[in-house]
């Protein structure tokens, strides 16, 4: 009985071990910074068991440093990616949502017991709201031109650092005993909490553009050294200072967007053609 040769085609080769696509370093060394401020919000939470406030303060203050960073360096080296925009969206929550609230609560709100650690869940939980809005917003196509330049509510970053507020004035002895001052810190934490997840228009500070004046680069240069040095010398007092700046400047906000929201509302309206 003669059997059929098999052609070589009917033979199955044997599977190729699957190669992962190589990943370029640009793409990499974002994600390395977000993880970075990661272990810095998460280190913070560790410091705050130790009874390491200023530390833990520090290591906060050092995540949203980081945060800054990693986004400046996606964009410089084109390597945005929308893993690391989740990732960063992760991290924001940890870092400004659940390190705050729990350096809080432990340094002050746990003296109110269940309505401390209630205040100090509304912390994290706006921020986590505040962040999802926020990746919703971006692909909003009815969004006006001059939204850019404003936040819609306290950035994450920023409402960290003020709810932290009152924990920069027992530092510098205003305060002298976190749990004692906790009928007042409740109401502030509970008020930042509620404009992070408000619509109440802040300045972003991305409308200058990436570009400025040459006339205007070396004075520019000069003021942030000067800062830096400052609040590296004199570190909870220039915080003090930044974080009654900030809120000052919230109407200030308030009132540029009205007026150029008007002005945007009224130019559309102009340009509608009539019956």
């Known amino acids: 009985m003669n059997k059929q040769a098999k052609s070589p085609r009917s033979e199955k080769l044997p599977a190729k071990p699957r190669r992962f696509a190589k990943v370029p370093i ?23 068991t130790e009874d390491r406030y200023e530390l833990a303060v520090a290591a906060v ?44 609560y432990m340094w002050s709100l746990h003296s109110l017991k269940n309505i401390g650690w209630i205040v100090a869940l509304a912390l994290a939980i706006c921020c986590a709201l505040r962040l999802a809005r926020f990746n919703v917003a971006i692909d909003d ?20 650092l003020l709810a932290m507020a009152p924990m920069y004035l ?26 992070i997840v408000s619509r109440i228009p802040t300045f972003s500070g991305k409308g200058s553009g990436q570009q400025i004046s040459r006339d205007k680069a070396l004075p520019i240069v000069v003021t942030t050294v000067f800062a830096m040095i400052l609040l590296i010398t ?19 906000s308030m009132r540029s967007y009205h007026r150029q929201d008007v002005a945007w509302k009224a130019q559309r309206k102009a340009a509608e053609p009539t019956a």
């Open 170 to 195: 027992g530092f510098l002895g205003v305060i002298t005993d976190g749990s004692s001052a906790a009928p007042f810190v409740l109401p502030f934490v509970a008020a930042v909490a509620a404009g």
């Open 61 to 104: 203050i050092l995540a949203c440093l980081l945060d800054a960073l990693d986004g400046r360096v996606a964009r410089m080296l084109k390597g945005a990616s929308k893993f690391g925009a989740e990732l960063d969206s992760l991290a924001d929550f940890v870092n400004f949502g659940v390190a705050p609230a729990m350096l809080l």
């Open 141 to 160: 196509p009815d969004k006006p031109p001059f939204a850019g330049k404003f936040f819609s509510g306290i950035p994450a970053p920023a409402g960290a």
């Open 234 to 252: 004199y570190p909870w007092e220039m915080l003090t200072f930044l974080s009654v700046a900030y809120v000052v400047m919230i109407p200030v």
């Open 26 to 48: 640009r793409f990499l060394l974002p994600n390395i910074i977000t993880l970075l401020a990661v272990c810095s919000g998460v280190t913070a939470i560790r410091l705050a």
